[in-house]
T-cell receptor, first 115, second 116 residues
Framework: AQSVTQLGSHVSVSEGALVLLRCNYS??????LFWYVQYPNQGLQLLLK??????LVKGINGFEAEFKKSETSFHLTKPSAHMSDAAEYFC?????????????FGTGTRLTIIP | DTGVSQDPRHKITKRGQNVTFRCDPI?????LYWYRQTLGQGPEFLTY????????KSRLLSDRFSAERPKGSFSTLEIQRTEQGDSAMYLC??????????????FGPGTRLTVL
């Protein structure tokens, strides 16, 4: 079974400051990990994903995440926040075996950018 | 590639009524998924189709819920005898025929259901 814990349901940062959104996972098999972003009244858009090829993963809009197996973490970062980054962010996990189809999401972190 | 579309975008109904939602996946995506997202929560898996076959259902999918994908293209999700607890955003996603689990699921904009 897989699960995801996102620490901090709300995070506020100043424009231009570092963004850090935390995600810890639990998985009985090697995981694949994802970060999705959701803007109000819209569906989810993939930011980046970890598929075991590289532990530091770069995504769209300047976001990146590092897979740390020893810490069971996959935290999302961005060096400099923009106003347009204000949204809800979801970490998700799936098991890396053939035939698995289900994504398990965390409860989300709402990111607010302070001008 | 026009993306995953869902209809309607919003639905308000009275308790006890039946509702049906439609999802049109990206063409050539043979995998289609339904998720439910309640306020303040992440999406929760409901069910998934490979072509027209429904291969997995969550325990969240009570007997009042039924999903179909009759021709392996669009899908419908029906909720019978709606309850206030059914109020949520219902998200549809699709994925390319490649079976690798880390391939991206593309999400639609969702149908927001409000049960009065």
């Amino acid at each position: 079974a897989q699960s995801v814990t996102q620490l901090g349901s709300h995070v506020s940062v100043s424009e231009g400051a570092l963004v850090l959104l935390r995600c810890n996972y639990s998985s009985s098999v090697p995981p694949y990990l994802f970060w999705y972003v959701q803007y109000p009244n819209q569906g989810l858009q993939l930011l980046l994903k970890y598929t075991s090829a590289a532990t530091l993963v770069k995504g769209i809009n300047g976001f990146e995440a590092e897979f740390k197996k020893s810490e069971t973490s996959f935290h999302l970062t961005k060096p400099s926040a923009h106003m347009s980054d204000a949204a809800e962010y979801f970490c998700a996990v799936t098991a890396s075996w053939f035939g698995n189809e289900k994504l398990t999401f965390g409860t989300g972190t709402r990111l607010t950018i302070i001008p | 590639d026009t993306g995953v579309s869902q209809d309607p975008r919003h639905k308000i109904t009275k308790r006890g009524q039946n509702v049906t939602f439609r999802c049109d996946p990206i063409s050539e995506h043979n995998r289609l998924y339904w998720y439910r997202q309640t306020l303040g929560q992440g999406p929760e898996f409901l069910t998934y189709f490979q072509n027209e076959a429904q291969l997995e259902k969550s325990r969240l999918l009570s007997d009042r819920f039924s999903a179909e994908r009759p021709k392996g293209s669009f899908s419908t999700l029906e909720i019978q005898r709606t309850e206030q607890g059914d109020s949520a955003m219902y998200l549809c996603a699709s994925r390319h025929r490649d079976s690798v689990p880390h391939n991206e699921q593309f999400f639609g904009p969702g149908t927001r259901l409000t049960v009065l």
